[in-house]
């Protein structure tokens, strides 16, 4: 049974910038702004940027960073996964 290596972008990201923390992020501002601010229009001027933000982040973001093939798999080291250039190759 063979087992696939699942390559995820989100190994590379600091604590802050892993998808639950940009959700809660997001939703806190988001439930301050719908608790605080009083014009619909307003509310909806703080909830546009955050929902393009977690569209970019959460959804487009990793799959560009999977297809983009830069990603290292679980079995390959960082040296392993860079291109080695010999000394006679560049001659």
């Known amino acids: 049974m063979s087992t696939r290596n699942s390559l995820s ?7 802050w910038c ?7 992020t997001g939703i806190i501002i988001i439930a301050s702004s719908w608790m605080l601010l009083d014009p619909l229009w307003l509310r ?3 909830s546009c940027p955050i929902l393009v933000w977690w569209f970019y982040f959460l959804l487009l973001w990793p799959e560009l960073m999977r297809r983009s093939g830069g990603l290292i798999g679980d079995d ?5 996964a860079t ?5 006679s190759e560049l001659n």
């Open 9 to 15: 972008p989100w190994s590379y990201k600091p604590w």
């Open 18 to 24: 892993q998808p639950w923390s940009i959700l809660l």
């Open 44 to 46: 909806i001027l703080v």
């Open 76 to 80: 390959q080291s960082p040296e392993e």
């Open 83 to 87: 291109p080695q250039v010999r000394k």
